[in-house]
Each structure stands twice: as structure tokens, then as C-alpha cells.
């Protein structure tokens, strides 16, 4: 029981006791609470107080800022204005100064005009004292002189007339024979060096082409049954057979040379064959066409190694091979192409040229010969196209267009490919000309020369290398003969085509005759 007390006591002093201490704790907590109250209080009081001053005294720092910024505004805006016040001023003042100077000029130009005035008057005046001068020494010199002025002048200017006329023969006598001096021995020199290592001896080739028989026998398989062979040939090659009575001998013509060559080929394997009937014919001809294409291809190539000139459009070197079977004048357009070739080569190197672009031009100037039988244009057009087609040098496209003279050489190139060809062209045994062509020329020469006024009559010699002229002494005088040759030369250049050149002699012949009675 006693124990049960105890701890009833030692309970209720515990209980009493906690309670103590919890009020004694929450006394202390609210002291606290309120001391941390009256602190955050006074430290916000504070806060407030020393947030007014700061914001008053920056209120006070941007006041005195502003009104600084102020002066300063009015200050520049102070100083612009009577900058621009000042320049105002500059600019009355220099306004003012021109104005000045402008009535100053207008003021020195109406005096200026007003004695330009006086002085035309004065000016007007004399001249027409001039021509009343004039007019009157006029009169004296027409009476003087017994001519009027239009018949003075007209005998004034045939005075001059004739002694411009004398000084321009003279003239040209000295200079032409001065030029042709010096011309004639350099070319001697220069062409005979040429031809001298250039010795070429080519044969006339015919324009068409014979096939030998081994019999007449033969003739008749060619026909075959009502001439089937004979039009299945024509037909495949595009060639005319003419058989007639010739023994053992059938003739192919044709315009074209490459085709007259491929039906020679395919009609002379027939006959060795002896198989002939349509569908050989065709077999053969297709065989013939490959291999006159491949000798055309080795003729273009032989041509460009045997000339030295390389780097050629392999349709360039095909075309070059096709003037192996050209003719011109019955002369072969492939050796005559390698002959100019080498000639203006060795002119080039006399004269210190290009040779190598001689060389190339002179290869290629008749290139055009290989296709003027099949499209439209003379052989000299066709050529400058092959050439620009191809892009060649500017110097070789000019000297094709102008070996005929048909335009203006542009380079020394040109003028020796001129040479060249007409060396080649010229040299005895080169061409042959049917007689009527010769004829025609001929008859031209004396044509062009009687149609000049003067001429009396007019022979063409030495195989129409020159052209004789007899003039009337009383209409052609010395000084015009010059002149008139010339004259004649020129439009014998401008009309005919003609190799090498033709010599124009003007002979005029004074006769004085009396007899003594």
C-alpha cells in the first residue's frame, strides 16, 4: 500500500511538474516570438526609413541630372543655331557676291556685243568694198586677157590636168619600175630555188576509165541476158558503160571519179571471176566500194606523211584522199596539192615565213575539189568551208579563199600559196586545156584590150602570155599609155582566170612622112 502511494506521489509530482515545465517553455517561446516580432518591426522600420532616403536621394541625383542634361541639350541646340545662323549668313553673303559678279559679266557683255556690232558693220562694209575691188580687177583681168572667168578656169584646169596627168605617169613609171626591179630579182631567186628542189614530173590523167578485155567473148557475158548485167552495174556503181565496136575494150564514164573508180575495180574482178549475173554484181561491188575507201584512207595518209603536215580531222585526210581520183585540166589534184605543198614550203623558208602553215595551207588549198562535184559552190567556197568546219587556222582558211584572188590576202601565207599554184599550174606538161577553152581566152584578151578607147588593134602571143596593144598616136598620148596598160591589166585580173600571168605591151608609133619633089 504504501508502495501504491509512492508512486501515486512520485505520478501526480511528475504530471505536476510537466506541467510546469511546458508552461514555463510556452512562456519563453511567446517572449521570444514576440522579441523576434518587435525586431522584424524595428528592422523593417528601418528598411522603409533608409529605403525613403535613398529614394529621395536619387529623386535629388536624377533631378540634378536632368536639369544637367538640360543645359547641356540647350547648349549644343544654342550652338547649332548659330552655326547654321553663320552659314546662313556665308551663304547671303556669297549669293550676294555672285549677283554682284553677274552684273558685272552682263554688264561687260552688253558692252562686248555692242562694239562686236560696231566692228561686223565695219566688218560688212569692207567686204563689200572687197567685192566691189574684186569684181572691178575681174573685169580688168577679162579684159585684159580676152577671156571670161568660166573660160579662164576651164583653160586653168586643163593646164593642171595635164601636168597632173604627166607627174602621175611619171609617177608610176618610176615607181613601177623601181618595184618590179627589186620584185623580179627576189622572186627569181626565191621561185628558182623552189623548182629547183622541187622537181616534179607528173603525167595527164584521163577523165575516164577503160577496162581491157581477154576477149570479146566477154562483152557479151558483161550484157548478159537483154542487158540485166549491164543496168544491174549501172545501177550499183551509178556508172555509163559504153560498149561499142572497140575490140576487147569497154569505157565507163561518169562524172564522179570515186564511183568510175569502184565500177573499174568491181568490172575487172568480174572478169578475172567470170561469174557474172546480178547478184555477183552487187557481192563485188560492195567489195570493190570497201577498197577503194581504204585506198583512198592510205592515199589522204600518204599524202599528209609525205608533205610533213600533221594533226589533221580524219575526215580532212578521207577528203584528201579523194583527190587522188581529181583531175584538173587533166592534171591530179592530189600530186598537184603535194607539189604547191612543197613549193611553199621552200618559198617560206627563203622568204622567213611559216613553213609549216605554208606547208599546211598548200595541202589544203584545193580541198574543196573533192566535193564541188557533189554539192552546190565553186571548189574555193567548199574549201573555205571544209576548213572552217574543222577549225582550222585562220591563215590557211584566208589563203584557200584567196589563191583564185577571189578575196584579199590577209598574211604572206597567202600571197605564196598564190605562187605556189601558179607554178604548179603553169610548169610545162602540168595541165592541157581543150582548144576551144584556148580559143575563148584568146578571144577574150583581144576583147577586153579593143574595148578601150585609143586601141587600134590587139594581138594575144606566146600562148596567150601576153596580149600586143597598138594604140592611135593622135588619141593616146605617152603619159596615157602608161596609164592604160595599167588599166588593162587590172580588169584582165578582175574578168579572166588564168595561170601564172599575162603580159600587157602598149606600143604607140609616131610616123612623120614627106616627100621630097
Given at each position: 500500500?504504501?508502495?501504491?502511494?509512492?508512486?501515486?506521489?512520485?505520478?501526480?509530482?511528475?504530471?505536476?511538474?510537466?506541467?510546469?515545465?511546458?508552461?514555463?517553455?510556452?512562456?519563453?517561446?511567446?517572449?521570444?516570438?514576440?522579441?523576434?516580432?518587435?525586431?522584424?518591426?524595428?528592422?523593417?522600420?528601418?528598411?522603409?526609413?533608409?529605403?525613403?532616403?535613398?529614394?529621395?536621394?536619387?529623386?535629388?541625383?536624377?533631378?540634378?541630372?536632368?536639369?544637367?542634361?538640360?543645359?547641356?541639350?540647350r547648349q549644343e541646340t544654342e550652338r547649332d543655331l548659330r552655326e547654321r545662323r553663320s552659314e546662313v549668313q556665308r551663304q547671303e553673303h556669297r549669293i550676294q557676291q555672285k549677283e554682284e559678279s553677274l552684273d558685272r559679266k552682263i554688264d561687260n557683255l552688253e558692252s562686248k556685243e555692242e562694239k562686236l556690232a560696231e566692228r561686223a558693220k565695219a566688218i560688212e562694209a569692207k567686204l563689200e568694198e572687197c567685192d566691189r575691188l574684186k569684181q572691178s580687177q575681174m573685169d580688168l583681168l577679162e579684159k585684159i586677157s580676152g577671156f571670161s572667168k568660166e573660160q579662164a578656169k576651164n583653160h586653168l584646169l586643163q593646164l593642171l590636168d595635164g601636168e597632173l596627168t604627166h607627174e602621175k605617169a611619171v609617177k608610176i613609171l618610176e615607181m613601177e619600175q623601181q618595184t618590179k626591179d627589186e620584185a623580179d630579182r627576189i622572186a627569181q631567186k626565191i621561185i628558182g630555188s623552189a623548182i629547183q628542189r622541187c622537181a616534179a614530173?607528173?603525167?595527164s590523167e584521163m577523165t575516164v576509165s577503160v577496162v581491157a578485155l581477154p576477149n570479146d567473148e566477154m562483152k557479151g557475158r558483161i550484157i548478159g541476158?537483154?542487158?540485166?548485167?549491164?543496168?544491174?552495174?549501172?545501177?550499183?556503181?551509178?556508172?555509163?558503160?559504153?560498149?561499142?565496136?572497140?575490140?576487147?575494150?569497154?569505157?565507163l564514164s561518169c562524172f564522179d571519179p570515186v564511183r568510175r573508180e569502184i565500177a573499174r575495180v568491181?568490172?575487172?574482178?568480174?572478169?578475172?571471176?567470170?561469174?557474172?549475173?546480178?547478184?555477183?554484181?552487187e557481192e563485188t561491188v560492195a567489195k570493190a566500194t570497201a577498197e577503194v575507201e581504204a585506198i583512198i584512207r592510205q592515199e589522204g595518209e600518204r599524202a599528209m606523211i609525205e608533205s610533213g603536215v600533221h594533226n589533221l580531222n580524219p575526215e580532212v585526210v578521207k577528203l584528201l584522199g579523194k583527190l587522188r581520183y581529181r583531175t584538173s585540166y587533166g592534171q591530179n589534184v592530189l600530186n598537184h596539192s603535194l607539189e604547191v605543198c612543197h613549193i611553199a614550203g621552200l618559198i617560206a623558208a627563203e622568204m622567213g615565213a611559216d613553213v609549216t602553215l605554208a606547208k599546211r595551207a598548200g595541202l589544203l588549198h584545193d580541198i574543196g575539189k573533192a566535193l564541188d562535184h557533189e554539192q552546190e559552190g565553186s571548189h574555193i567556197q567548199l574549201g573555205v568551208e571544209v576548213a572552217k568546219k574543222y577549225r582550222e587556222n585562220e591563215v590557211v582558211i584566208n589563203a584557200i579563199h584567196a589563191h583564185h584572188g577571189e578575196v584579199e590576202p590577209k598574211s604572206i601565207i597567202a600571197f605564196i600559196i598564190q605562187a605556189a599554184d601558179a607554178i604548179s599550174a603553169a610548169r610545162p606538161g602540168a595541165r592541157r586545156e581543150n582548144i576551144e577553152n584556148y580559143i575563148k581566152r584568146l578571144e577574150k584578151l583581144e576583147e577586153i584590150a579593143n574595148s578601150f578607147n585609143g586601141v587600134?588593134?590587139?594581138?594575144?602571143?606566146?600562148?596567150?602570155?601576153?596580149?600586143?596593144?597598138?594604140?592611135?598616136?593622135?588619141?593616146?598620148?605617152?603619159?596615157?599609155?602608161?596609164?592604160?596598160?595599167?588599166?588593162?591589166?587590172?580588169?584582165?585580173?578582175?574578168?579572166?582566170?588564168?595561170?601564172?600571168?599575162?603580159?600587157?605591151?602598149?606600143?604607140?608609133e609616131s610616123r612623120a612622112v614627106n616627100y621630097a619633089k
Open positions: 500500500m504504501g508502495t501504491i502511494i509512492v508512486w501515486i506521489v512520485t505520478g501526480i509530482v511528475a504530471v505536476v511538474f510537466a506541467v510546469l515545465g511546458f508552461a514555463i517553455g510556452w512562456m519563453q517561446r511567446r517572449r521570444s516570438a514576440e522579441s523576434t516580432i518587435h525586431s522584424a518591426e524595428d528592422e523593417a522600420r528601418r528598411i522603409l526609413n533608409d529605403a525613403m532616403k535613398n529614394a529621395e536621394a536619387k529623386k535629388k541625383e536624377a533631378l540634378l541630372e536632368a536639369k544637367d542634361e538640360i543645359h547641356t541639350l614530173d607528173h603525167s541476158r537483154e542487158g540485166r548485167n549491164v543496168r544491174a552495174l549501172e545501177t550499183a556503181t551509178g556508172v555509163d558503160l559504153i560498149i561499142d565496136d572497140t575490140p576487147e575494150t569497154i569505157t568491181a568490172l575487172e574482178k568480174l572478169v578475172v571471176d567470170g561469174r557474172i549475173h546480178p547478184a555477183r554484181i587600134e588593134t590587139s594581138f594575144a602571143i606566146q600562148a596567150g602570155r601576153e596580149i600586143r596593144i597598138m594604140v592611135k598616136p593622135e588619141v593616146v598620148g605617152e603619159d596615157e599609155m602608161v596609164i592604160m596598160s595599167r588599166d588593162i591589166a587590172q580588169r584582165i585580173e578582175n574578168e579572166l582566170e588564168y595561170p601564172g600571168q599575162i603580159k600587157v605591151n602598149v606600143i604607140r
